[in-house]
C-alpha cells in the first residue's frame, strides 16, 4: 500500500521553498535606500559627484541580481515547465507509483505550476489488461496529492500481443 508522503519529507525534498532569514529580506529591501541616502550625504559634504554614479552602478547590479531569477521562474510558469522544487520529488513519486500491482508504464508525464504554490499534472498509466482502472487510480492519487492541486491520471490498458 502506498501513503502520501509526510510533510516532514516534502520539506527535505525541497518541495516547501522555506523563506529564507526574514533579516536578510529587510536587508536587501533597504539596502539601495540606506545607499542613496549615505550617497546624497557623501556629495553634500565633500563634493565628489562621481560616487552618485557609482552608486546608481551597483543599485542597478543589485536589482539585475534579483531581477533575473523572478524573471526566469516567470518564464518556467509561462511556459508550463516542470517546476524544478519538486521536479526530484515526482520523479521519486513516479517510481513508486511503478511498483503498484498492475502498472506497467507512465507516460506523458507533464507537471507544470498553474500559480505560484500551485501545481498541476497529468499523465497516462499503462496497465495489464484485465485490471480495474479504479484501485489503481485510488493508490496512485494519494502519492502526489501532497503538492499537486489538480492531477489527471489517465489509465489505459496494454493491448494484448496477438
Known amino acids: 500500500m502506498h501513503l502520501s508522503r509526510s510533510s516532514a519529507q516534502i520539506e527535505k525534498s525541497g518541495y516547501v521553498d522555506s523563506k529564507k532569514n526574514n533579516l536578510k529580506y529587510f536587508v536587501d529591501g533597504l ?30 547590479i543589485l536589482l539585475i541580481h534579483k531581477l533575473v531569477p523572478n524573471l526566469l521562474d516567470s518564464g518556467r ?38 500559480a505560484s504554490g ?6 497516462v498509466v499503462k496497465v495489464r489488461p ?21 492531477l489527471c491520471v489517465q489509465i489505459e490498458h496494454q493491448k494484448v500481443a496477438q
Not at 508550463?80 to 507512465?106: C, F, H, W
Open 77 to 114: 510558469i509561462l511556459l508550463q515547465s516542470t517546476p524544478l522544487d519538486i521536479k526530484n520529488l515526482i520523479e521519486q513519486n513516479l517510481r513508486d507509483a511503478m511498483t503498484i500491482e498492475g502498472v506497467q508504464e507512465i507516460s506523458n508525464v507533464h507537471f507544470w505550476t498553474e
Open 118 to 123: 500551485v501545481y498541476v499534472g497529468s499523465f
Open 31 to 60: 539596502l539601495p535606500l540606506i545607499l542613496v541616502q549615505i550617497t546624497s550625504w557623501i556629495i553634500l559634504i565633500t563634493g565628489l559627484d562621481w560616487i552618485d554614479a557609482l552608486v546608481a552602478c551597483f543599485n542597478s
Open 130 to 150: 484485465g485490471v480495474a482502472e479504479e484501485p489503481i487510480r485510488k493508490q496512485i492519487l494519494p502519492i502526489f496529492e501532497p503538492y499537486t492541486r489538480y
